[in-house]
């Protein structure tokens, strides 16, 4: 019956980013990709923070925008990628994978930071956005749902969920 009430429950909670949050993505997404065609024209070297925030904004949008993620992803050099400070864009990549193949463990294993000052609200963002729309997802799909399916969609323990 718990199950029950709490599908019952995501069911009618519909949460997604504000307009506002959106509005800001967008917002960093121009002035990032920006700052990239400038760097590379510039300079020709583009900042691996730069290429950071620029993928989790990407990943962040609402829908995630997966498609210039993986774009990005590409166009990064890979002495980038390999090197040392790539780390975190190799993390960041895991948590757009992981949501491009739709392995939900995946996504909320990487999700798990730590992240970068400049990443970090980003991925708060992106976490908790993407958590509230597989409760949504959930929601919409099931009508009963064993307990350990619900927290292996939602990226948590039984007793959290």
């Known amino acids: 019956k718990l199950i029950n009430c709490l599908i019952h429950f995501y069911k009618r909670f519909n949460p997604s980013l504000s307009s506002k949050m959106v509005e800001d993505l967008k917002e960093m997404v121009t002035r990032l990709e ?10 020709g070297t583009v900042p691996v923070s ?5 993928l989790a904004c990407y990943l962040a949008m609402d829908p995630p925008d997966l498609t210039q993620a993986k774009y990005l992803m590409q166009r990064i050099p890979a002495t980038v990628k390999q090197g040392e400070e790539g780390a975190e864009l190799t993390k960041l990549w895991a948590v ?3 949501m491009w193949t739709r392995d939900n463990p995946a996504v909320f294993a990487a999700l798990a930071g730590p992240w ?13 956005g993407f ?5 949504r997802l959930v929601g919409e799909a099931y009508s009963t749902i064993k307990l350990g399916d619900m927290a292996l969609y939602l990226g948590m323990g039984e007793a959290e969920a």
């Open 34 to 43: 920006q700052q990239e065609l400038d760097c590379q024209t510039g300079s």
């Open 116 to 128: 970068s000052s400049g990443v970090e609200q980003i991925m708060a963002r992106l976490s908790q």
């Open 131 to 135: 958590r509230d729309s597989q409760k």
């Open 50 to 54: 730069v290429y950071c925030e620029l």
């Open 96 to 98: 757009g994978r992981g």
